[in-house]
């Protein structure tokens, strides 16, 4: 079974990127399809994007296409998120999950493994 930690959160400033990352332990992250959620308080979990177990497909939620891109190390056992032009409204806490297909999805229901989340707030 693998377990998955988020890390790279924090404060930042309107207009700044940042890069988290999602890094898997007690089962090779290689075999899993891993993408990035995000939820704000009162608000329901919005996929950002994520990445296929082979690393050639790439596929981001409309919200935030265009600035952020998901890339994997296997080797290191980590998926990234690169978020570029933050703004107030990406304050969020941000989570990644992982499923054993071989798509990118969607639905959050479709992925079995999550982490803990990482807390990112954007000042204006």
């Known amino acids: 079974q693998v377990q998955l930690v988020e890390s790279g959160g924090g404060l930042v400033q309107a207009g700044d990127s940042l890069i988290l990352s999602c890094a898997a332990s007690g089962r090779a992250l290689s075999i899993y399809t891993v993408s990035w959620f995000r939820q704000a308080p009162g608000r329901e979990r919005e996929f950002l994007g994520g990445i296929n177990w082979g690393g050639g497909v790439t596929r981001y939620g409309d919200s935030v296409k265009g600035r952020t891109t998901i890339s994997r190390d296997d080797a290191k056992g980590t998926v990234y998120l690169h978020m570029s032009s933050l703004k107030p409204e990406d304050t969020a806490v941000y989570f990644c999950?992982?499923?054993?297909?071989?798509?990118?999805?969607?639905?959050?229901?479709?992925?079995?493994?999550w982490g803990q989340g990482t807390q990112v707030t954007v000042s204006s």
């Open positions: 999950a992982a499923r054993s297909g071989s798509y990118v999805v969607v639905g959050q229901e479709e992925y079995d493994k």
